[in-house]
């Protein structure tokens, strides 16, 4: 059987990043000796590592790197290190760069409610069933990409960030959106803030301009601050939800929580077809767990299964490493943040190793599993 052959830029980062993408890449590799694949990983130097050891936290090698392969896995950015720097120098300057350089403007994040997991959730087992959702947020554009300024000092300080969108930059994710409903449960929930901001009237408009050519797709619009609520209400009512970057940054976390934690989920970050797609957990850098083997590799190791998923088109890789760690999770190990009563808690290297275990026992009994190979 002949395998593929792919280039992966690995940018390790921050706090916990170097910890959960080294699982990543782990498992990725069982994947290409199982699978007679190739992956080439290449890493380079991202975010606060990078203002450390070149002045910048996206050196020119690292964007040439990330645009020359076939797919990006980061780990997280960010630490109190640096966080007293100005904003432009900051480890999330060079996340929002390499965003825009990568023209990256569709963010996807899969908000999905695992069994074994249901404990773990903070809402009530009857609120949270059938939770399963898209996340589609827009990533290149709002207040995150407007000027940001700050004038005078102290008392007479004053200070603005401009939010701003063009009619193309909501259609072309606002298609994304409606395309991931088609092949799901055809439902869009458009969050804005339109009863207040303009960047949310055209928002609105421009969507449902878009909704007149998926006629099979029912479309809702929801204020973003009803929708925080309503996450918490009824989590099960959603299937795509579609919203800007400031706002889809805000829901995701709270839509994790809901999840187990957001040390769970993944998330793939792309622009136009053919060109590299980021892929990443949503988590941030948790400097207080870096380096004590405590943190949840799973977000990575998802981000790396979406990775072979939509970057590779390799779904049975995918699938392979997912019911793994269904199995891992059924059998009751867990890390610290998925922790619960009778659970069996290990390092996060131990949880790592028994995915692995999993792995290799699927492909002995790959009749039992099905995996054909
Ligand atoms: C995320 C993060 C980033 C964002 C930060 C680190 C800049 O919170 O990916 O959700 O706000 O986009
Ligand atoms: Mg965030």
Redesign the pocket.
């Known amino acids: 059987m002949s395998g593929v052959r792919k280039t992966i830029a690995v940018l390790h980062g921050d706090g916990i990043g170097p910890e959960v993408t080294r699982a990543a890449v782990q498992i990725l590799s069982d994947c290409a000796k199982a699978f007679h694949h190739e992956f080439i990983f290449k890493e380079f130097a991202f975010g606060g590592d990078a203002i450390d050891r070149f002045g910048t936290p996206l050196p020119a090698e690292t964007l040439a790197g990330c645009k020359a392969a076939d797919a990006v896995l980061l780990g997280a950015?960010?630490g109190p290190k640096w966080d007293s720097v100005a904003l432009d120098k900051r480890p999330?300057a060079g996340?929002?760069k390499i965003r825009k350089e990568l023209g990256l403007y569709i963010n996807l994040r899969p908000i999905k409610l695992r069994p074994s997991l249901r404990g773990i959730s903070p809402l009530k087992r009857d609120r949270i069933d059938d939770c399963d959702m898209e996340i589609v947020r827009e990533l290149a554009g709002d207040i995150y990409f407007g000027a940001h300024e700050i004038k005078g000092e102290g008392k007479h300080a004053k200070a603005h960030d401009v939010a701003e969108y063009s009619a193309a930059e909501v259609e072309r994710v606002a298609r994304y959106a409606f395309d991931r409903a088609a092949a799901r449960n055809r439902h869009v929930t458009s969050v804005d803030k339109a009863n207040v901001l303009a960047t949310s009237t055209l928002w609105r408009q421009t969507v449902n301009r878009v909704a007149k050519d998926y006629p099979d797709i029912t479309l809702d619009h929801m204020y973003v601050d009803n929708a925080a609520m309503q996450l918490l209400l009824k989590p099960a009512q959603f299937d795509v939800i579609l919203c800007g970057n400031m706002f889809g940054?805000i829901l995701?976390d709270e839509a994790a929580a809901i999840a187990g934690s957001i040390g769970l989920i993944p998330s793939f970050s792309r622009g136009e077809e053919g060109k590299p797609a980021l892929y990443e957990p949503?988590h941030?850098s948790a400097p207080t767990l870096a380096g004590k083997d405590v943190a949840c590799p799973l977000g990575a190791i998802y981000s790396a299964s979406l990775m072979l998923h939509n970057s590779f088109g390799l779904e049975i890789e995918a699938q392979w490493i997912e019911s793994a760690v269904d199995r891992v999770l059924d059998h009751g190990y867990r890390t610290i943040d998925i922790m619960e009563n009778g659970g069996k808690l290990l390092r996060s290297s131990e949880f790592t190793d028994h995915i692995r275990a999993e792995l290799s026992d699927a492909l002995v009994h790959s009749e039992r599993y099905g995996w054909g190979v």
């Open positions: 950015i960010g999330e996340l929002l940054d995701s949503i941030g």
